[in-house]
């Protein structure tokens, strides 16, 4: 005897396609300034150290720190390293 069959509806499959996700806003610009090393006077480049006085290697004065040029003032010149005025410091 034939066995009776029940035929069985699958269910149709649904799919979804997610959406992208939105881009991010592009993240402001920032300006970073350069720290100047801790023991380094900000009117210079490249570093002059933060002393008493300092003053060009090689030169006639009497320290107690020297340095070797040339450098670059790049704010005030408060140990008088640019003799001639011209932006640059201990070019000899």
């Known amino acids: ?12 499959v649904t799919t979804t396609t997610a959406r992208p996700a939105p881009k991010p806003a592009a993240p402001k610009p920032t300006t970073t300034v350069a720290k100047p090393a801790s023991n ?18 090689g030169g006639s004065g009497n320290g107690p720190a020297y340095v070797r ?5 790049i704010g005030s010149d408060p140990y008088k390293l640019d003799a001639d005025g011209d932006g640059i410091a201990c070019e000899k």
Do not use: E, L
């Open 1 to 12: 005897m034939p066995v009776p069959t029940t035929a069985v509806k699958k269910p149709a």
């Open 69 to 73: 040029g040339p450098i670059r003032i």
């Open 40 to 57: 380094c006077n900000p009117n210079y480049s490249p570093c002059v150290p933060n002393a008493s006085d300092v003053d060009c290697a």
